[in-house]
């Protein structure tokens, strides 16, 4: 099934200026989902699952967060933390009219999804959550991202020089995730040493007692072998919340590479989240 996709644009007054964030909407009508990119990624990776969303009848939104993609990247790390996205994507469902959806991401975006969650818990349908970085991903996380934060900030001709390389390289005549990598390696040294600093030094995710509180349904999928996303940080979180579901990935590459068993589950959550409106609204006497 083809769904129609348009670029859109909104724009948000920060402590930077005023700053462009750029988006993607697949398919049309009122059952809401917003996908959210991985940390330094763009919003394009999440472009599968949006296209498997939407051929179900979901309208379905991907976000650039500010810092990445083709959204604004202000050098100031203090626009960047967890909670200064999440309160982005409250921003963009206004623009978009939204009063719901079910919000979902990957890595950052999971935990971006769970700050909207903590933020306006009535505004979320449902949460899907892929490789949500909580207790058990602290020491991993620091090891993976502290060495990027100092290139970039005192060694800035090393991400500025990969940038020049990559950025060139025509993402037509490439495979689709290597054209990704390619688009997470077009970064500048001061936004992405901003982007990193404003997330190491602020709350990684909502606590433990928030998340406890969080009653709305939520698909929460962990990898095993995965040191930076630990299956234990996604079990942990699918014990915490009362309506929450764990489903096991067989890789980290399962999804990018053999999509169908979990974007079928994707679609099944969302869809469901959505039905039960639906069910809801039906006129007594109905027999539809």
């Avoid at 976000?63 to 963009?92: C, I, K, N």
């Avoid at 970064?187 to 901003?194: C, E, H, K, L």
């Avoid at 589950?265 to 039905?275: I, R, S």
Wanted: net charge neutral; aromatic share 6%.
């Amino acid at each position: 099934m083809l769904v129609s996709e348009r670029i859109g644009q909104f724009f948000l007054q920060s402590d930077s200026g005023r700053d462009r964030l750029e988006y993607t909407e697949y398919g049309t009508g009122d059952s809401w989902v917003v996908l959210v990119h991985g940390q330094l990624m763009p919003r394009r990776m999440q472009q599968p699952l949006a296209r498997a969303l939407a051929s179900e009848g979901l309208h379905v939104v991907t976000v650039d967060l500010l810092g990445h993609g083709r959204s604004d990247r202000p050098a100031d790390p203090l626009v960047y933390s967890m909670t200064a996205f999440g309160e982005q994507v409250l921003a963009l469902l206004d623009h978009l009219g939204a009063p719901q959806a079910v919000i979902g991401g990957t890595s950052l975006g999971a935990n971006v999804s769970l700050e909207v969650a903590a933020a306006a818990p009535e505004r979320v349908r449902g949460l899907i959550l892929e490789m949500p970085v909580l207790d058990n991903a602290v020491e991993a996380g620091i090891v993976a991202f502290a060495p990027l934060m100092f290139a970039a900030r005192f060694l800035p001709f090393t991400v500025n020089g990969l940038r020049r390389v990559t950025k060139p390289v025509p993402r037509g005549i490439v495979p689709f995730w290597v054209g990704i990598a390619l688009d997470t390696c077009n970064q500048r040294a001061d936004s992405m040493a901003a982007v990193v600093h404003g997330i190491f030094f602020g709350r990684v995710a909502p606590s433990s007692k928030v998340r406890r509180a969080m009653t709305m349904p939520a698909l929460v999928v962990g990898h095993p072998s995965d040191p930076i996303h630990p299956a234990a940080d996604a079990a942990m979180l699918a014990a915490e919340m009362p309506h929450a579901t764990f489903v096991r990935a067989h890789s980290i590459l399962e999804w990018r590479l053999w999509p169908d068993r979990l974007d079928r589950e994707a679609v099944d959550f969302a869809l469901g989240c959505w039905k039960k409106e639906a069910r809801a609204r039906r006129p007594r006497g109905s027999t539809a």
